[in-house]
Protein backbone atom coordinates (compact mmCIF):
# COMPACT_ATOMS: atom_id res chain seq x y z
CA UNK A 1 0.00 0.00 0.00
CA UNK A 2 1.23 3.31 -0.94
CA UNK A 3 1.51 5.63 1.78
CA UNK A 4 2.96 9.38 2.28
CA UNK A 5 2.85 11.17 5.69
CA UNK A 6 3.94 14.63 6.33
CA UNK A 7 5.31 16.65 9.29
CA UNK A 8 6.85 19.44 10.60
CA UNK A 9 4.09 21.94 9.93
CA UNK A 10 3.30 24.50 12.62
CA UNK A 11 3.44 28.37 13.28
CA UNK A 12 6.28 30.83 12.95
CA UNK A 13 6.46 34.41 12.84
CA UNK A 14 7.19 35.88 8.98
CA UNK A 15 10.96 35.56 8.35
CA UNK A 16 11.52 32.58 10.25
CA UNK A 17 12.07 28.69 9.24
CA UNK A 18 10.47 25.17 8.59
CA UNK A 19 11.22 22.12 7.15
CA UNK A 20 8.75 19.73 6.13
CA UNK A 21 9.11 15.79 5.88
CA UNK A 22 7.32 13.42 3.67
CA UNK A 23 7.92 9.90 4.66
CA UNK A 24 6.71 7.53 2.01
CA UNK A 25 6.58 3.60 1.57
CA UNK A 26 4.97 1.33 -0.51
CA UNK A 27 6.34 1.55 -3.72
CA UNK A 28 10.04 1.98 -5.31
CA UNK A 29 11.00 5.72 -4.30
CA UNK A 30 13.99 6.48 -6.65
CA UNK A 31 11.54 5.76 -9.42
CA UNK A 32 9.37 8.12 -9.19
CA UNK A 33 8.88 12.12 -8.79
CA UNK A 34 7.72 13.86 -5.87
CA UNK A 35 5.95 17.31 -5.58
CA UNK A 36 4.64 19.81 -2.69
CA UNK A 37 1.38 21.10 -3.49
CA UNK A 38 -0.39 23.70 -1.36
CA UNK A 39 -3.69 24.80 -0.74
CA UNK A 40 -3.96 28.13 1.07
CA UNK A 41 -7.33 28.67 3.01
CA UNK A 42 -10.10 29.44 0.76
CA UNK A 43 -8.19 28.69 -2.36
CA UNK A 44 -7.48 26.47 -4.83
CA UNK A 45 -4.17 24.12 -4.67
CA UNK A 46 -0.96 25.35 -5.89
CA UNK A 47 2.40 23.26 -6.98
CA UNK A 48 5.06 24.19 -4.78
CA UNK A 49 7.75 21.92 -5.83
CA UNK A 50 8.93 19.00 -7.89
CA UNK A 51 12.21 16.61 -7.19
CA UNK A 52 12.82 14.23 -10.17
CA UNK A 53 15.77 13.10 -8.47
CA UNK A 54 18.36 14.47 -10.52
CA UNK A 55 16.29 18.52 -11.15
CA UNK A 56 14.47 20.39 -8.50
CA UNK A 57 11.83 23.00 -10.10
CA UNK A 58 9.79 25.65 -7.81
CA UNK A 59 7.34 27.93 -8.04
CA UNK A 60 8.30 31.46 -8.62
CA UNK A 61 7.43 32.92 -5.52
CA UNK A 62 9.17 30.15 -3.43
CA UNK A 63 12.49 30.13 -5.47
CA UNK A 64 15.78 31.43 -3.45
CA UNK A 65 13.56 30.53 0.09
CA UNK A 66 12.23 27.23 -0.25
CA UNK A 67 14.62 24.13 -1.11
CA UNK A 68 13.20 20.27 -1.82
CA UNK A 69 15.24 17.73 -0.95
CA UNK A 70 15.38 13.93 -0.95
CA UNK A 71 16.72 11.00 0.71
CA UNK A 72 16.51 7.99 -1.12
CA UNK A 73 17.80 5.46 1.23
CA UNK A 74 14.98 6.69 3.81
CA UNK A 75 12.45 7.30 1.20
CA UNK A 76 11.70 10.81 2.18
CA UNK A 77 11.52 14.59 0.78
CA UNK A 78 12.04 17.61 2.69
CA UNK A 79 11.12 20.97 1.99
CA UNK A 80 13.23 23.31 3.41
CA UNK A 81 11.06 27.08 4.08
CA UNK A 82 13.30 29.83 4.46
CA UNK A 83 12.34 33.32 4.94
CA UNK A 84 8.30 32.66 5.67
CA UNK A 85 6.10 35.21 4.72
CA UNK A 86 2.28 35.29 5.39
CA UNK A 87 1.18 34.23 2.00
CA UNK A 88 2.95 30.71 2.33
CA UNK A 89 0.12 30.02 4.81
CA UNK A 90 -1.18 26.74 3.55
CA UNK A 91 -1.77 23.24 4.05
CA UNK A 92 1.46 21.52 2.27
CA UNK A 93 0.59 17.85 0.58
CA UNK A 94 2.98 15.63 -0.62
CA UNK A 95 2.15 13.90 -4.21
CA UNK A 96 3.92 10.83 -5.49
CA UNK A 97 3.62 11.59 -9.13
CA UNK A 98 2.78 8.87 -11.95
CA UNK A 99 3.95 7.41 -14.48
CA UNK A 100 2.13 9.91 -16.52
CA UNK A 101 3.21 13.13 -14.36
CA UNK A 102 0.03 12.77 -12.88
CA UNK A 103 -0.62 13.89 -9.12
CA UNK A 104 -1.28 10.19 -8.09
CA UNK A 105 -1.33 9.29 -4.31
CA UNK A 106 -1.52 12.70 -1.73
CA UNK A 107 -0.24 12.67 1.81
CA UNK A 108 -3.05 13.71 4.51
CA UNK A 109 -1.08 17.29 4.55
CA UNK A 110 0.82 19.46 7.15
CA UNK A 111 -0.92 23.07 8.35
CA UNK A 112 2.01 26.01 8.10
CA UNK A 113 1.05 29.00 9.48
CA UNK A 114 2.82 32.18 9.54
CA UNK A 115 2.08 35.21 11.14
CA UNK A 116 2.92 37.85 14.05
Known amino acids: QVRLVESGGGWVQPGESLTLSCATS????????IAWVRQAPGKGLEWVSTTTGTEETYLDSVKGRFTISRDNAKNTVFLQMNSLEPDDTAEYFC???????????WGQGTRVSVSF
Open 95 to 105: VKMGSHYEYEI
Open 26 to 33: GFTFHWYW
